[in-house]
Each structure stands twice: as C-alpha cells, then as structure tokens.
C-alpha cells in the first residue's frame, strides 16, 4: 500500500494535529506585535529605569512637520505621545490622527502658547507619567535627544534638562536670525546676573522634567502667553531644583514656527519682569502668585 493511501491511526493524527497547534501558534508570534508575551516584552523595554516617559507636542499649524517630527521618536524608551492643537488653521488633526498618535487634544479657543503647554502637562500627570518631555513638532529641534534627556532624569542626576541652542555653535549654523541670537545672548546675561545661574540660555523650546517638578511649580498660574517658558525656569529655581543642559542643533526654515518682532519684543519685556520678580521674590521684597504651590 502507498503511503498516499495509507490510513493513519487516531494516535498518528492526534500528533499530527497538535504539531499543526503549536505550528500555527508559533507563527501567529512572530508576525503580531499585539500577542500577549509580545506586549510584556514591549513593555519592559520601553522603560527606563521603570520610569514612564511621555512625550508632549504643544501644536500649532504643524502639519507639513509633524510626520517626520513624530517619525524620530525613539518609541523603544517613550511610552506615550501627547498632541495638543491650540486651534490650527491648517490639517493639524488630521495629521495627527493618520499618524496614530496616543493621544490628541484640540482647543476649541486658542489659548496661547503657555495655555497649550499647561493642557500638556496636566494630562501627562493625569497619564502618569514620570518623566515629561516637552517637543515642538515643528521639527525645529531634534526628537533624537530625548532618550539622552529622559536618561539625565531618570538616573536621578537632575529633575530638568534644556536641550540647548547656543552650547556649541549650533544656534547660527542652523540658521537662527543674529538679531535673536544678540537678543537671546543679552537677555540670558541679565537673566543669570539676577538668578545667580550660569544656564547658556533661557529660550528653548525644548524641556524634559520631572514628575516631582511638574506637581511641585505652580505652573498653571502662569501666562497663557510666550512668557511662560521662562516664569517656569524662575519658579524651578525658586523650589530649589538644578538645571541640566545638553548640546542641541537647531532648524530654521520656512515651515517652523517662529514669533514675529512684535510678539519677540512683548516676550523680551515678560523676561526682564520675570526676571525682576524673581529677585525681589527672593529678597521678600514683594511675593507673586505663580511662586507659591
């Protein structure tokens, strides 16, 4: 008899079907991320040091850089991904929503630039995250450095890193405006004369910080406006905190946000008075609102 003819014994089958199982089973592994002993793995490599990182995009008319912003996100150490538009006029949603993005916010009033960063923030904590760091998806500074921000944090060296523009000499070579380079040089002299700090500058947007600093600075007393950033800074060195900065290169080019001089001299007056508020807050002069917890 041929073995084409062959009648196997239920035994025979019995094995013949449980290697097919373990077969099919074994294969299903390997080609869906979303199986069960692959969502553990996945989830042990995607932390540092059992921190969680989350990722936020304060967004405004970002749609032409958000892909290849969002593309170069290390998403081996971030967990999750926060967008908040603040009322674009352009596909921002859209984008965001193709890309997949965890989670997306929209305002329906535009709240300003520190407005979007407070939404930000309150639902990374919400989340619980561990470890916050803040992007502009622009694609104006690289997401290349956030595993090297989110690692100065998570080992407990410090609670706030700047990616920084004019550490080395990336801020003219990628382009920055000589004007808001001699104005961020300026202001960041009078700045560190009167916090007693030597940061190399106070203006980027690109900021990692702690879960215990985000719960700890009344951040959500600050201005809506570009101010924001730096009434932050002031009130972390106020709680006692160190700042950490890193090398960044930097873009300019005609799809990344830049303020125009109006709004650039409204911001360098907010400066100046922050920076004057600081010091009188710390010589108990006068006490301001946005410095208490």
């Known amino acids: 008899m041929s073995w084409r003819t062959q009648v196997l014994t239920p035994v025979e089958i019995y094995y013949y079907l449980l290697i097919r199982v ?16 692959r969502i553990i793995f996945t989830e042990k490599t995607r ?37 908040v538009d603040d009322k674009s006029k352009d596909e921002t949603i859209e984008e965001a929503h193709r890309l997949g993005i965890d989670h997306i916010i929209k305002h329906e009033q535009n709240k300003g630039y520190g407005g979007n960063q407070k939404t930000c923030y309150n639902k990374a904590l919400e989340l619980g995250a561990d470890i916050v760091v803040m992007l ?13 921000m989110a690692h100065l944090i998570a080992s407990g060296l410090y609670d706030v890193v700047l990616g920084s523009r004019i550490l080395g000499k990336g ?3 990628g382009g920055m405006p000589w004007y808001k380079y001699l104005a961020n040089r300026l202001l ?11 940061l190399s500058e106070y203006h980027t947007g690109y900021r990692a910080f702690s879960r215990e600093v985000l719960k700890k600075v009344n951040y959500n007393a600050n201005s809506d406006n570009f101010v924001f950033d730096n009434q932050m800074l002031a009130q972390i060195w106020f709680a006692g905190y160190e700042i950490a900065e890193i090398t960044c290169p930097t873009k300019y080019f005609d799809d990344a946000s830049s303020i125009n001089i109006r709004n650039s001299s409204i911001y360098g007056i907010g400066v100046l008075r922050t920076s004057i508020q600081y010091r009188l807050q710390k010589w108990g002069i006068k006490k301001y609102g946005f410095y208490e917890n």
């Open 136 to 148: 502009h998806p622009d694609y104006q500074y690289t997401p290349k450095l956030i595993p090297s």
């Open 171 to 173: 801020a003219l070579a």
């Open 22 to 37: 373990f077969f099919y089973l074994y294969t299903f592994r390997l080609r869906f991320p979303f199986y069960p002993n």
């Open 47 to 83: 932390m540092i040091n059992g921190k969680k990182v989350v990722v936020v995009l304060p967004a405004y008319n970002a749609a032409k850089t958000l892909e290849i912003t969002y593309q170069e996100i290390d998403f081996t150490i971030v967990d999750e991904v926060i967008l």
């Open 188 to 198: 960041t002299l009078f700045q560190n004369i009167l916090m007693n700090a030597k």
